[in-house]
């Protein structure tokens, strides 16, 4: 009787091992412990977004993403990164370019399907920028 238990025991326990080896734990973000530091500059980017927004909007038929920039916007600078939190490694930047018409158009069809965050960091006026959105594609 106590051998078949203990055989078990150890059969579970090497089961879970090997189970704990196959789990991807790679952290959805490298830097994480700089970016808590930097926190308070953050904080202060989200805050100044208040004033100007930026139109996120998802057109499913064309498969693109638009962006629409106010008008005190045109000459912003900085990075969209579109942020899939299901896999880092499917992560990618475009830079802020609003064109005549302030519309930014950034094509979706070879992305995965599923959830997005789309992370906007700009510089206008002066003063530094970030929002947040979520799409799903």
């Known amino acids: 009787g106590i051998a078949i238990f203990y055989s078990c025991f150890v059969a579970v326990l090497i089961f879970a091992l090997i189970k704990s080896f196959s789990v991807d734990n790679a952290l959805v973000q490298d830097d994480y412990y700089s970016l808590d530091l930097a926190y308070q500059s953050h904080y202060t980017k989200r805050a100044n977004a208040l004033t100007y927004s930026i139109e996120v909007k998802r057109d499913i038929d064309a498969e693109e993403v638009r962006f629409k920039y106010p008008e005190p916007l045109r ?38 399907r599923g959830l997005w965050k789309i992370k906007i960091d700009w510089k206008a006026n002066d003063a530094a920028y970030y929002t947040e959105e979520v799409v799903i594609l």
């Open 75 to 112: 000459a912003a600078e900085g990075t969209i990164l579109f942020f899939r939190p299901a896999d880092k490694r499917k992560d990618f930047k475009v830079a802020v370019k609003p064109g005549q018409d302030l519309l930014q158009i950034v094509p979706t069809e070879a992305l995965d």
